[in-house]
């Protein structure tokens, strides 16, 4: 009955190194990453090659926090990789200045209204994916695929399919710094990884010590009693997908300022990468598991591989088959851990048989329950 | 008890009588005795009614026959032979059909796909159809219901449907079917065709085990009767021995004793009044599931709403909850009338539902015991956006304490509790914030006698120490006669009675139709 009791209940079968790797296999494949390629390049463990990848990864990593929201209550986004292409042309857009022929003016917005203005681009084509699936019933997968496609072709409509390149903004307009986002760096780090550093913090304490989070999990662990006991489902449903489209307009301006332009293409297919760092992170595309730290390292394993392959000089054709087998070997694994979960579920719910009426069980029935299930969850491999 | 004993097989009958047998049949569910040593035959070319009360073991013997699961111990006999079936494939090749209570038919196919699925008939190009159509036409006469074999299955009627899936048990040969409450959702007529497929089975040599809730019903139809209760056999007879009290009697036993009606108390206000409630179909919404249904029930009171499956009550508890829409009336609390309100204002206000299936609708799978208990409270211990963990703590021991749950602590896995700690927790958490009024819909359903107990002494506390207005449904009579103060008995969406707490089980059963003649 005690808090301590369920330590040793937990770990069944004593030391068992099967189940640490399991459980930490995104840490530690991140750990194996980094040995191969500094023994296969000289350049690869550096701080600076670090940094560098580490800017890279913040992309990825800005988009799989949204993404890892969305998917924590059961849905998916795809239109993450449009809407980050659309927010960069927007704040391209915005960085040329905004000119009404009517009064012959020009505005140079500055850079926090830039700022500002995309993510709400972001949170506005978020919302749409949020109504569409919270109230009109409209499954995940189609409502942001067909947002993956509008958004996109706005973009490109904008643009007319060109690039904005000047990004950097004039001291006579009052507009510089955009460069200040993703280009610069701050007390030596990327200011990209340092806004990643901020979301991720954010995100963690609102899922660990908000009701909100609270309510994220429950949602996609089972929507049904979630909303029965009082939790607003079809607003954090709504919600997620808002967070997903400020992220990854937050991701648009990271990468515009990055590379201080911004093109209608960029972020094509990063939905796809962004999916896969919160699959290989251990969360389950059911619902209701997973969390940022492991979402993190899912994202600083396809960033640091994929690198890697490029700075030993692998064809980057080997790169997409290398990413592929890591995230189809990820979902594998999630199977093995959640696929023993399942089975401890079916074996309680089935007693629909009374007990002999002394059963007002001692603890150490109720233990005994807990140890057994565990031992089957202990095997699971066994089953696939 | 004269005329029952505790093993079947008795003199009267040659044994060859028996095709099928169930020897010494024990099986556990981790600590769960769901069977213990029970046996039990099937008669051949007669129709065997096994009765149980919800939880007695029916099904679990019904699906260790079929093949759907296996026996912890014992062994089951066909013929003469020891067999064992590592699937419900199985004992379809040895000739047992098992028809569940929701059927197992695509409706969007065919009668004559759906009869054949699974093992089509091939011709030299593909599927010779013609052929399945064929037979499926001369099965469907031969049960008298000539369905043309290219309707889709979702175009007929329920009873249509259920007969096509006594179809497909005949085209496999099936000797011996098993029928799991296959009137629950049958018309008065339906049944009449039913019981007249079957009687042409028996004709035909066709064994029948026959599960139903409608005791009147199934004795028209039964030739021998068992009783199962607790997972014990308690009585076997032949129909002509018996009447329907005999049943009754074997079926409750001498109760395990669920409380009394919490007394010593002042009832209060009126808590929770409904008026002229109406609640549609959700399939056919001309039709009406509750049907202008008012009630009052007030601060201290204890009311138990009983009825068949179907009869509405599930629904209503759900509109009082505010799942499902109201089609007409009001649902009052405390005076205020909350028929518009959401779930989440709902509960905000002291209204809580514990609902009927705690795995699909109560527990969050995902979430520990703790973060289950606090989910509907979660505002109770939040402060600036942050919820403090030492807060909530607080909460979550507190519930645990409360309604006494059986756990590792609150950071188990929810999976990890028993059935009925499971339901405790739902429970625990509904009332963590602090309603005035709980409904609870069959919250006894699948958790083991003494568990029932813990929960309705709960419930009797609550009503009697904090006012609590309580309503819980129950589709099993004995638990009518625990703690209820009143007892509504309700009827195709109407109130068909109410009864104080001195009614009999035969009352209530005879105002619910259960003793009816369908």
């Known amino acids: 009955m005690s808090k301590h009791s369920q330590a040793p209940a937990r770990q069944g079968g004593g030391f068992d190194l099967g189940r640490i790797l399991l ?43 949204g993404m890892l929201l969305v998917i924590l209550t059961g849905g998916i986004d795809l ?20 000119s009404f022929d009517m009064f012959g003016v020009t505005l140079y917005p500055p850079v926090w209204v830039v700022v500002i203005l995309t993510c709400a681009v972001g949170a506005f084509i978020g919302a749409i994916n949020g109504v569409l699936i919270a109230y009109f019933k409209v499954p995940a997968f189609v409502a942001t695929l067909g947002l993956l496609y509008v958004a996109r072709g706005v973009a490109l409509l904008m643009t007319d399919g060109l690039t904005y390149n000047n990004l950097g903004g004039s001291p006579e307009l009052g507009n510089t710094g955009f460069d200040w ?31 909100f989070g609270r309510w994220v999990y429950s949602t996609g662990g089972n929507a049904r009693a979630a909303e029965l006991s009082g939790v607003p489902v079809k607003r954090v449903q709504v919600s997620v997908y808002v967070l997903s489209g400020i992220c990854a307009a937050i991701a648009g301006l990271v990468l515009s300022s990055q590379l201080t332009s911004a093109g209608p293409t960029a972020g094509t297919t990063y939905e796809l990468t962004a999916i896969a760092g919160v699959v290989i992170g251990g969360a389950a595309l059911t619902g209701g598991r997973g969390n940022v730290r492991g979402t993190l390292l899912g994202a600083f394993v396809i960033g640091f591989l994929s690198d890697g392959l490029v700075i030993i000089g692998v064809s980057s054709y080997w790169q997409t088959v290398f990413t592929g087998a890591v995230i189809v070997l990820a979902v594998l694994l999630n199977s093995i851990q959640y696929g023993g979960r399942k089975k401890r579920v079916a074996t309680p719910a089935e007693p629909k048989a009374p007990d002999n009426p002394s059963s007002p069980a001692s603890s150490g029935n109720a233990a005994r329950v807990t140890s057994e299930a565990e031992s089957t969850a202990g095997k699971p491999a066994t089953q696939h | ?141 031969e049960l008298d219901e000539p369905i043309d074999p290219l309707t889709p299955v979702e175009d007929l009627r329920l009873g249509q449907q259920q007969i096509v899936e006594i179809a497909r048990a005949l085209s496999v040969n099936s000797r011996i079917l ?62 002509a021995d018996i009447d329907l009290e005999w049943i009754v009697r074997n079926m409750v036993g001498e109760n395990f004793d669920l409380g009394s009606p919490p007394t010593g108390h002042a009832l209060g206000e009126v808590a929770l009044s409904l008026e002229d409630v109406s609640v549609a179909d959700t399939a056919v919404p001309e039709r009406s599931v509750v049907d202008h249904l008012s009630l009052e029930v007030r601060a201290g009171e204890i009311v138990c709403i009983y009825g068949l499956m179907g009869a509405g009550r599930t629904e209503l508890l759900e509109c009082v909850a505010g799942r499902v829409p109201l089609s007409g009336g009001r649902v009052v609390l405390e005076g205020e009338d909350v028929s518009h309100l959401s779930i989440a204002e709902r509960i905000a206000k002291g209204l809580v539902l514990v609902p009927e299936d705690r795995q699909r609708d109560g527990l969050v799978q995902t979430m520990s015991v703790g973060e289950n208990l606090s989910l509907a409270s979660i505002k109770a211990f939040t402060r600036w956006l942050l919820t403090s963990g030492s807060r909530e703590r607080g909460v979550v021991d507190e ?42 819909d069959e919250p006894s359903r699948g958790i083991d006698i003494g568990a029932k107990a813990e ?21 099993e009579v004995g638990e009518c006669l625990s703690i209820a103060h009143r007892i509504v008995v309700m009827s195709r969406g109407h109130i068909a009675a109410e009864f104080g707490a001195d009614v009999s089980k035969e009352q209530i059963m005879a105002a619910s139709g259960e003793a009816v003649v369908a």
């Open chain 1, 23 to 65: 459980e930490g296999r995104a840490f530690f494949a991140l750990i194996a990453i980094i040995i191969i390629f500094s023994a296969l390049s000289p350049v690869y463990f550096s701080t600076n090659n670090f940094l560098t990848m580490s800017s890279h990864v913040a992309i990825f990593g800005l988009l799989s926090i």
């Open chain 1, 79 to 98: 239109s993450v990789g449009s809407t980050l292409g659309l927010c960069g042309v927007v704040a391209g857009f915005l960085m040329q200045g905004v």
């Open chain 1, 181 to 211: 986002l993703g280009f610069n760096r701050l007390f030596g780090v990327p200011v990209g990884v340092l806004i990643l550093a901020a979301v991720a913090i954010v995100t963690i304490l609102a899922l660990a010590r908000t009701p």
């Open chain 2, 1 to 141: 008890m004269a005329s029952s004993s505790s093993r079947p097989a008795p003199a009267c009958e040659p044994v060859d009588d028996i095709v099928l047998s169930a020897r010494d049949v024990a099986k556990s569910f981790g600590s769960v005795h769901a069977l213990k040593t029970v046996n039990f035959g099937v008669y051949r070319g007669q129709v065997t009614t096994l009765f149980g009360e919800n939880g007695a073991g029916k099904s679990t013997l019904m699906k260790i026959l079929s093949g759907v699961i296996q026996p912890t111990s014992g062994e089951i006999v066909l013929e003469g032979e020891p067999v064992r079936f590592a699937s419900t494939t199985d004992a379809q090749r040895l000739g047992i059909s098992i028809i569940h209570q929701e059927l197992s038919l695509a409706p969007n196919l065919s009668v004559r796909d759906n009869i054949f699925m699974g093992r089509e008939i091939k011709g030299p190009t593909g599927i010779d159809y013609a052929e399945e159509a064929r037979q499926t036409r001369a099965l469907m006469e």
């Open chain 2, 178 to 239: 098993i029928m799991d409450e296959p009137t629950s959702a049958l018309s008065a007529t339906e049944v009449e065709v039913l019981f007249r497929v079957i009687r042409d089975l028996k004709s035909r040599g066709v064994s029948i085990v026959y599960i139903s809730h409608h005791l009147e019903e199934a004795l028209l139809i039964t030739d021998h009767a068992v009783v199962l209760r607790d997972g014990v056999m308690t009585a076997y007879a032949r129909r």
């Open chain 2, 399 to 440: 519930s645990i304490a409360n309604v006494h749950i059986k756990t590792d602590g609150p950071r188990a896995e929810i999976g990890s509790l028993s059935g009925g700690n499971q339901q405790k927790v739902v429970i625990g958490k509904m009332l963590a914030t602090h309603p005035r009024v709980v409904v609870l």
């Open chain 2, 455 to 475: 929960v309705f002494k709960l419930l009797a506390e609550g009503a009697a120490k904090q006012g609590l207005a309580v309503i819980f449904s129950t589709s």
